[in-house]
């Protein structure tokens, strides 16, 4: 099992930025890829980014690419959402999740371990 827990979130306005941190427990972090989702009320869960167990590799949606940026630090068990330039549409409740695959992936089902969530709000 393991256990993730995110924060950061809150209320900025439109071209602020925002970083969140989802602190992991249990088995070993470096074992996984790492990813963030966000949902915002009455959307499905989107995949935001992802990055693998080395940060050798990251994967972003086209939505975030170029304002966010993904990072993990394995000895502090801990990965990273840094968002810049936030505008409204990024408003949602942020997830991290944790894969046992090989290399980072958009596809929500594959992931094994789900946070609480952190919501983001920006306003206009």
């Known amino acids: 099992q393991v256990q993730l827990v995110e924060s950061g979130g809150g209320l900025v306005q439109a071209g602020d930025s925002l970083r969140l941190s989802c602190a992991a427990s249990?088995?070993?972090?470096?074992?996984?890829?790492m990813g963030w989702f966000r949902q915002a009320p009455g959307k499905e869960r989107e995949f935001v980014a992802a990055?693998?167990?080395?940060?050798?590799?990251?994967l972003y949606a086209d939505s975030v690419k170029g304002r966010f940026t993904i990072s993990r630090d394995n000895a502090k068990n801990t990965v990273y959402l840094q968002m810049n330039n936030l505008m409204a549409e990024d408003t949602a409740v942020y997830y991290c999740?944790?894969?046992?695959?090989?290399?980072?992936?958009?596809?929500?089902?594959?992931?094994?371990?789900w946070g609480q969530g952190t919501q983001v709000t920006v306003s206009s």
């Open positions: 249990g088995r070993t972090f470096s074992n996984y890829v």
């Open positions: 999740a944790a894969d046992r695959g090989a290399i980072p992936t958009m596809t929500g089902a594959r992931y094994d371990y």
């Open positions: 990055i693998s167990r080395t940060s050798s590799s990251t």
